[in-house]
Nanobody
Framework: QVQLVESGGGLVQPGGSLRLACAASGITFRLYTMGWFRQAPGEQRELVAQVSSSGSTKYADSVKGRLTISRDNTKNTVYLQMNSLKSEDTAVYYC??????????WGQGTQVTVSS
């Protein structure tokens, strides 16, 4: 019913770029705050970037200036442009959709590995 499907992950060298995408279905996309979280093995899931229904964004300090979140409401898709990637960006990246503290959905995750 509700589905968030991430794509775009892969293996990149330090300093490289990737663009992640999350396609949502089964929700009124424009009403939702969309976010990207990540989780490395043995670590807690952390918020990377978030964009509200009004377009306001916030980022983890560790990714400011390197990662950019955006949304295309006509395509029901949220993106994470990842530039100047570092080894510490290696993680599984998860898409999240949330509305009014009631609806909260997660994608299955996509692996990003930054290594030379």
């Amino acid at each position: 019913q509700v589905q968030l499907v991430e794509s775009g992950g892969g293996l990149v060298q330090p300093g490289g770029s990737l663009r992640l995408a999350c396609a949502a279905s089964g929700i009124t996309f424009r009403l939702y705050t969309m976010g990207w979280f990540r989780q490395a093995p043995g670590e807690q899931r952390e918020l990377v970037a978030q964009v509200s229904s009004s377009g306001s964004t916030k980022y983890a300090d560790s990714v400011k200036g390197r990662l950019t979140i955006s949304r295309d409401n006509t395509k029901n898709t949220v993106y994470l442009q990842m530039n100047s990637l570092k080894s510490e960006d290696t993680a599984v990246y998860y898409c999240n959709a949330a509305w009014n503290g009631w609806h909260d959905y997660w994608g299955q995750g996509t692996q990003v590995t930054v290594s030379s």
